[in-house]
């Protein structure tokens, strides 16, 4: 055959192979849930809602690349959302009025772990009251806060605000009179929703996916990297990894340590201050809770001298700011590593080994320090 023909069978061909794999479902090609349920998402909430997403072979972000690939904790994930397209909370109290409201981002979601090892389902577990996560890519702003507890019916009750200290902090100017989804209510199941949300999936070229695959195990097949390569080296995430005290090796999110090297930084508690005068307005109280980096918890434990050292200074000004001007706050940091001191010589971790977000272990920490401060205040 002359090139001349060629070429035009080959463009046609790879036009067809692309047009029909995008009739298969997008989850068969996420290794995850966080991008497969992001992509048909709605108006009124942050994922596709009524999804379901249960993957037995799920793994961490971090070890994506094949370089890391020997480091992968397969494991379940489940992940289910509401009408409003927010992730489900398992709760024993569904008759109950709904009493916490849990705003943040994807360690609120929490990346990684089953509907029932959620935070929110974990602070549901540990309270005895009924959550709502609406927990998104970062934390709503007042205004879905406000649109989003008068749906629920909320009367009164806590919003716990998560931040994760890798994240810069909100301020008024920029999120005051934002809003970030509509009030809804949400889409019916017609056929042109259905037709909306299937168009926004075949967007996804599943066959430039199938080549990026194709493309990672040619490279890695014609340069592998030894075992002892240079723990630095980049790849498709900034990524580190580190051998801990007990000999496991742990990956890191770059930007994770980068941001706990300077002690001086500074995090303003203002925006926090404000938005508990104004939930104060709908009688709704706040808890804040402070969230260390995986680097903050695991660099004490890491074998090399050179390694970067956390602080955990800017994390504790900004607690006792909070506090001084009235804020209730939880900072987490010393749980999590009090817990992480007593796993390590059996091997077992409050983080993912391949991610940057903690584990059901590490939510569980969490969700029970916050609980039982906020009975203690």
């Known amino acids: 055959m002359r090139i001349g023909r060629l070429i035009p069978w080959t463009i046609a061909l790879a036009l067809v192979l692309d047009v029909t794999t995008r009739l298969i479902p997008i ?29 037995p072979l799920t793994y961490g972000d971090l070890s994506r690349p094949r370089r890391y690939s020997q480091l992968r904790q397969h494991h379940l994930e489940y992940f289910s959302t509401d009408h409003w397209g927010f992730r489900n ?55 879905d806060i406000r649109f989003t507890s008068d749906r629920l019916g909320m009367k009164e009750g806590a919003v716990i605000f998560e931040f994760m200290e890798r994240q810069p902090m909100p301020t008024v100017a920029s999120t005051g009179a934002s809003r970030r989804y509509t009030d809804g209510p949400p889409l019916a199941h017609t056929f042109f929703e259905r037709v909306r949300g299937r168009s926004e999936d075949a967007a996804v070229s599943r066959l430039r996916i199938l080549a990026g695959w194709g493309s990672e195990s040619i490279v890695g097949t014609i340069n592998p990297e030894p075992s002892d390569a240079n723990p630095q080296q980049p790849t498709g995430l900034p990524t580190s990894s580190y051998e801990l005290f007990n000999g496991q090796t742990m990956l890191f999110y770059g930007p994770d340590i980068d941001v706990v090297r300077d002690p001086n930084r500074q995090i303003s508690p203002d925006y926090l201050v404000w938005l508990k005068s104004e939930l104060a307005k709908l009688n709704l109280q706040l808890a804040v809770l402070l969230v260390p980096t995986k680097y903050s918890v695991y660099g004490p434990f890491v074998k090399d001298r050179s390694a970067v050292q956390p602080s955990s200074l800017p994390l504790e000004r900004l607690a006792d700011s909070l506090k001084a001007r009235g804020v209730f706050v939880v900072d987490i940091t010393d749980a999590l590593r009090k817990q992480a001191t007593r796993d390590l010589s059996r091997n077992q971790y409050v983080y993912f080994i391949d991610d940057t977000h903690w584990n059901e272990r590490g939510i569980s920490v969490a969700a029970q320090a916050l609980v039982e401060a906020w009975k203690a205040r």
């Not at 929490?110 to 609406?134: I, K, M, P, T």
């Not at 890519?137 to 205004?143: A, E, H, K, T, W």
């Open 89 to 143: 909370t398992v709760s024993t109290s569904e008759d109950q009025a709904v009493r916490w409201l849990l705003v943040g981002d994807s360690f609120g979601v929490s990346s990684g772990v089953r509907d029932g090892g959620s935070l929110a389902s974990q602070v549901a577990r540990w309270s005895g009251e009924r959550v709502y996560n609406a927990s998104a890519d970062f934390p709503i702003p007042l205004n």
């Open 27 to 55: 989850d068969m090609f996420s290794f995850r849930a966080w991008e497969a349920l992001m992509v048909a998402r709605g108006p009124t909430g942050p994922f596709e809602s009524d999804r379901i997403y249960a993957n």
